[in-house]
């Protein structure tokens, strides 16, 4: 029988991260609605102090707990300083315990100067890299507004894996006018240099972007439609497959052992700290679980832990309902799934059974003593996957 009783310590089921966003870009990537800033002149010390303030006040709270991984995102974090790295680490070592096997990533733009510093970020504590390198051809680099050759960026992809313990690189698919033999042939290239981790994500029109202004005007043509859209998913996990990289997640493929130890923080609804200009986090105090949400604009974020030692500017309770939703949207990503018994108790009854055998019936998730994952089939279907679930 299913217990309806909440752990009190949920989120250990997902541990404990810290997440930290440094807000700078050289420049604004058409695609990207993530928190990024422009700007002339960074003051690296001012930064990092801010930065050490931050996380003085948050070992207040959480102090104690094993830490599992810290992700430096962006942004462009490989803009920052290696010392400003360094000093961050430095003091997150003194507050947190860390899991013995620690994960420490930063996103990399490959730039052949922001690459130049890799073996300093190494020094500093650093374990994992992952690469910005979204196409593997010139002319797709420029419209994607990226600063970097497909040449820097399988040359970074290199000298990255001659440094670091572990790799990862992002590419976009589905850009403008590509073709499926296009694609096969990109992602072949890539998977040739024997990454460990790849994260490959179809490319999306989001709200805000220059992309939108130009799609909502008509002036962004040659998108794929939706079949070849998911010719080339199916043909990506095809091709990563052979390559002894499979998807633990719906974007996210990895060889075994390889996986994102910090997304699987948020996938399985642990905690996280989220530090800097637009972080969120999940933090759970006392058996109540909060997001938290900071200044998205970095000079009112510094002005705010200046002023007022933190720069949140909401902690919001998320009910057991809320969190159960949560759970199933971010577990239902994940090839294992989520547990039946951890989400009745969020949900505080579990999911009719009768719903669960019609989705089975109809090849769309697999249920297995008490987990529950999706299909492939299903994974393509996940919003329906949601709602009927939850509404069950």
């Known amino acids: 029988m299913l217990s309806l009783t909440p752990e009190p310590d949920d989120w250990q089921e997902g541990g404990f991260a810290l997440y930290l966003h440094w807000p700078f870009c050289k420049a604004k990537c058409p695609y990207c609605d993530f928190n990024s800033h422009v700007r002339p002149r960074i003051d690296q010390a001012e930064w990092r102090d801010a930065y050490l303030a931050e996380l003085d006040r948050a070992a207040t709270e959480t102090g104690g707990r094993i830490l599992r ?10 803009l920052m300083a290696p010392e400003t790295v360094a000093a961050i680490l430095d003091r997150v070592s003194r507050h947190w315990r ?49 600063q970097h050759s497909a040449a820097e960026g399988l040359a970074a992809l290199d000298l990255a894996q001659s440094i670091f313990e572990r790799t990862s690189c992002d590419l ?77 997640e719906v974007s996210n493929y990895a060889v ?3 996986e994102s130890r910090h997304n699987l923080v948020y996938w399985r609804m642990g905690d996280y700290l989220g ?13 109540t679980r909060y997001a938290t949400n900071t200044h998205r604009n970095p000079e009112m974020w510094l002005k705010s832990q200046r002023e007022r030692g933190h720069g949140e500017v909401s902690r ?77």
């Not at 530090?275 to 058996?287: F, K």
């Open 69 to 78: 991984s810290v992700f430096f995102g962006g942004g462009t974090p490989s």
């Open 256 to 258: 075994e052992g390889a």
């Open 316 to 392: 919001e309770t998320i009910d057991r309902p809320s969190q159960a939703l949560e759970y199933l949207m971010m577990c239902l990503r994940l090839t294992e799934g989520l547990s039946l018994s951890r989400y009745a108790a969020l949900n505080r009854k579990p999911p009719a059974s009768d719903k669960l055998k019609e989705l089975e019936a109809a090849g769309l998730i697999l249920q297995e003593g008490d987990r529950l994952r999706a299909t492939q089939a299903g994974r393509l279907l996940l919003n329906r996957l949601v709602l009927d679930i939850s509404e069950a």
């Open 275 to 287: 530090i800097g200009p637009g972080a969120h986090g999940r933090l759970t105090l006392d058996n």
């Open 172 to 248: 976009i698919y589905a850009r403008q006018d590509q073709s499926l033999d296009a694609w096969a042939g990109e992602l072949r290239d890539l998977l040739a240099r024997r990454p460990d981790h790849i994260s490959l994500y179809q490319l999306t029109i989001e709200e805000g972007t220059a992309f939108a202004r130009l799609h909502d005007a008509g002036k962004l043509r040659g998108l794929p439609d939706e079949d070849l859209a998911a010719d080339m998913y199916d043909l990506t996990r095809d091709l990563c497959a052979e390559a002894g990289l499979f998807d633990y």
């Open 98 to 146: 860390l899991a013995n096997d620690l994960e420490v990533t930063l996103e990399a733009n490959p730039t052949s100067v922001e690459a130049s510093r890799f073996a300093a970020y190494r020094a500093g504590g650093v374990n994992r890299v992952s690469l910005g390198l979204q196409a593997l051809n010139d002319a797709d680099l420029r419209r994607l507004g990226r």
